[in-house]
């Protein structure tokens, strides 16, 4: 994978990432329960599959590294989303980042044509940022 569209795509999830949470900060106080517990969860999941493909793609021969860097940067998002709730949703988000994190990089590595994965995977991540951004009813 060329190094330029390598970086290009990190920083397109990293600004899907900040903007899916500062939509969602501004709402945070119409966030019940359930819904934060499914957002910490749900992007925390797709944070690491999205990451995970794209790293375990860049450097095939650094899976463990890839492995444990993609583990705590999907912890780290679930608990950030997780805080716009309360302490239980920032587990969940956390539990969820653990999961996701520790399995992520295998989609992409074992795979027999990784680009068309990638490509669904970063597909998936857009998908679900602007779902759980419309689903907090105003």
């Not at 900040?18 to 499914?38: E, T, V």
């Not at 399995?103 to 490509?119: A, E, G, R, Y």
């Not at 995977?121 to 602007?130: D, E, K, P, V």
Request: one cysteine or more; charged letters at 5%.
């Amino acid at each position: 994978m060329d190094i330029v569209l390598f970086i290009i795509t990190n920083v397109m999830l990293c600004v899907g990432i900040f903007a899916g949470y500062m939509h969602l900060r501004k709402l945070r106080n119409l966030i019940g329960y359930h819904l934060g517990m499914n957002i910490s969860m749900t992007v925390s999941t797709v944070s690491a599959i999205a990451f995970g493909g794209l790293w375990g793609l860049q450097f095939p021969y650094y899976a463990t590294w890839v492995t444990i860097i993609v583990t705590i940067f999907a912890m780290l998002v679930g608990m950030i989303f997780g805080a716009l709730v309360d302490y239980q949703t920032i587990v969940t988000g956390v539990s969820g980042g653990i999961m996701a994190g520790l399995m992520s990089p295998m989609i992409v590595m074992h795979s027999q044509h990784p680009v068309p994965i990638l490509i669904f995977c970063i597909f998936l991540f857009f998908f679900a940022i602007f779902m759980l951004c419309t689903s907090v009813k105003v």
